[in-house]
Structure formats: structure tokens, C-alpha cells
């Protein structure tokens, strides 16, 4: 359980590192700031002076595509300077700590910080040494949360759903190693989704996972019924130590979603997925590109949902 280093004294964001511990209200805030930036797309001048003037970092020990390129985008679009930095081409690689790195980056007098890394924890660790008028961003960290992720998830889904408390979501796949998942899990409780329903083979669910306020299915099939959102989730290969499958063709067969297993949930069901997709492994091309799929809907939504959590972290904060 992580501190509420992420609020100030007056409850107001300042770091964001994890969906735990936040409130519906907090959430909800962060919705309908987003809520704002999404018309900008359409706009001539795709900007707002709202960080003018604040340096953002983008600090990526780990690859990307979808997330590195949207807090960039949403950074420039809040019209920041921002420095995306490549770890490999870095001083990290001649043997500076994680530390000295960040302390020569606020010499830069940086503002903000949005960091992935291997390593759970990271995000929190950097939030707790840096100088205090920086704000950290998880951009996903180990196997521990991907809050940005499961925002523009809430997002996406709301857009479409309108209503959490009618909603059975089914998160199919790793839950296992997927910070993604645990995220999705805190956030959909606390907006008060009617049910979370994780399936999955026994290998790839934590032990206890019930305690996360999940139901829990390991057939696809019957798992399937009366669901309104289904997020897939890829095979975290990079994460597993051991052989924890048969193969990758017997998975697509028990828990590959296919345009015929789709058709069990509910006829308006919507397909989510975090990216990136391995096709024929956790889903098939069909059902990714088909028309109940709103895989890149989530894609385009994280630039407003990551302007409305940077915006929010650097709003002027008082008595602190
Ligand atoms: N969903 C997600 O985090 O994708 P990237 O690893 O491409 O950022």
C-alpha cells in the first residue's frame, strides 16, 4: 500500500503514481477534465497555454510506442516544454544510479517527471527524493500499475457506456503480470462497476485474486455471459521466469477471443485492448479491427485523459 504521496494537503493531485486510494470523486474530476481537451482534435490550433512556461521529462527506462507518444503529444498540446530522453542512448548506461540521474535533471529545473520503469515501485521511489515542487507521473512501473492506462480506459468506456454502475467488464489474459490489469481492477471498483469478472488459466492469476474484488472465470465460454466490456490483454512473455503455458496456439484455443466467442457477451459489448496486440495469440485480426472493437479509440483518448492528469498535477497548488 503505497502513502497518499500522490495529494497535497488540500487533496488535490500532485503526483500520480497509482489508482489505490483514490476517491470516485478524484476520478471522476479526472473524466471530465479530459472531457474538455477531447474536442481540441478537431481544432486549427490543437493548443492551450495551460503548462506554458514548465518543463516536462519524459524519462523511459522501459520500451513504448502508445504511451511515450501521447504524454508527449498531451504535454505539447498543454504547451510544455518537453524532452522525451532515451534511457539506452543515457548516462544509465555508463553505471548512474536512477538518483543522480534525476538529480542532474532538476538542475535543468524541471517540473515534471513521467516515467516508466522495469522496476515496481520507481515512480513512488522518484516522487519520494525529488525536490517538492516536481510532479512524478507513473507511465507504468513493473508489474505493480499503469494508472494513465486504466484512466484513458475509464475514459473510453464511459464515452461509450455512459453509466459504471450497470456495467460487467471481463478482463481476459496475464492477469498475472499485467500492471495494466491491477489498475483497471482499482479504478472500475472504485467508479462502482456492477462487476469485475477476470479470466484466466490458473497460472496467469495471482494468488488470492478475489481479494482485489474480482469474480473469477478459467472458461472463456461460460466467462463470457452477460458481458458489456471486454478488455484482452497480451501474454507478458518479457515477465514470466517459467514456462506457465503449453503453447501459444493451445491458449488461442481455451482464451483467444474470436468473432464467435464474441458473440456470448452481450450484443453491444465493445472489445478494449492496452496494446500492443499480438494477433492470433490473445485475439484474432477479425475481431481487433471489427467494428465492435474500440482498441484505437483508447489510443486517441489517452492524449486528452494524459493532458488532464498533467494539467491537473501542476495546477497551482496552495498551502503546501
Ligand atoms: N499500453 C501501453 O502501455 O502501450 P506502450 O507500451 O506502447 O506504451
Do not use: W
Not at 158 to 167: C, G, H, S, Y
Not at 229 to 234: K, N
Not at 280 to 296: C, N, R, T, W, Y
Amino acid at each position: 500500500m503505497i502513502d497518499n504521496v500522490q495529494l497535497n494537503a488540500e487533496g488535490k493531485l500532485k503526483h500520480f503514481i497509482t489508482i489505490e486510494g483514490l476517491s470516485n470523486m478524484l476520478l471522476t474530476e479526472i473524466l471530465d477534465t479530459a472531457e474538455s481537451f477531447v474536442g481540441m482534435t478537431d481544432q486549427q490550433i490543437k493548443k492551450v497555454p495551460l503548462l506554458r512556461g514548465k518543463t516536462i521529462v519524459n524519462l523511459f527506462f522501459e520500451n513504448s510506442t502508445r504511451t511515450r507518444t501521447t504524454f508527449e503529444l498531451a504535454a505539447k498540446r498543454l504547451s510544455a516544454d518537453v524532452l522525451s530522453m532515451s534511457i539506452s542512448t543515457s548516462s544509465t548506461s555508463k553505471g548512474e544510479s536512477l538518483l543522480d540521474t534525476i538529480r542532474n535533471l532538476e538542475a535543468m529545473f524541471v517540473d515534471m517527471f513521467v516515467v516508466r520503469h522495469g522496476i515496481s515501485g520507481a515512480a513512488h521511489f522518484i516522487a519520494q527524493h525529488t525536490a517538492p515542487h516536481i510532479s512524478v507521473i507513473n507511465a507504468g512501473d513493473g508489474q505493480h500499475a499503469h494508472p494513465t492506462q486504466a484512466m484513458l480506459d475509464m475514459f473510453t468506456i464511459r464515452q461509450i457506456k455512459k453509466d459504471f454502475t450497470q456495467l460487467r467488464v471481463a478482463i481476459i489474459g496475464d492477469i498475472l503480470h499485467s500492471r495494466v490489469a491491477r489498475s483497471q481492477i482499482q479504478a472500475l471498483n472504485i467508479l462502482g462497476a456492477a462487476e469485475v469478472r477476470v479470466i484466466a488459466p490458473l497460472t496467469l492469476l495471482p494468488a488470492h485474486v478475489e481479494t482485489l474484488g474480482v469474480s473469477v472465470s478459467h472458461n472463456l465460454t461460460e466467462g463470457l455471459k452477460d458481458i458489456d466490456v471486454i478488455i484482452m490483454l497480451r501474454l507478458q512473455k518479457e515477465r514470466m521466469t517459467s514456462a506457465l503455458l503449453p503453447s501459444e496456439s493451445e491458449y488461442f484455443k481455451c482464451f483467444g477471443l474470436t468473432e464467435s466467442k464474441l458473440k456470448i457477451a452481450k450484443p453491444d459489448a465493445i472489445v478494449m485492448h492496452p496494446g500492443p496486440i499480438n494477433r492470433g495469440v490473445e485475439i484474432e485480426s477479425k475481431v481487433a479491427d471489427g467494428p465492435q472493437s474500440v482498441i484505437l479509440k483508447q489510443v486517441s483518448n489517452g492524449i486528452a485523459v494524459r493532458m488532464a492528469i498533467m494539467s491537473m498535477a501542476m495546477q497551482p497548488q496552495g498551502g503546501v
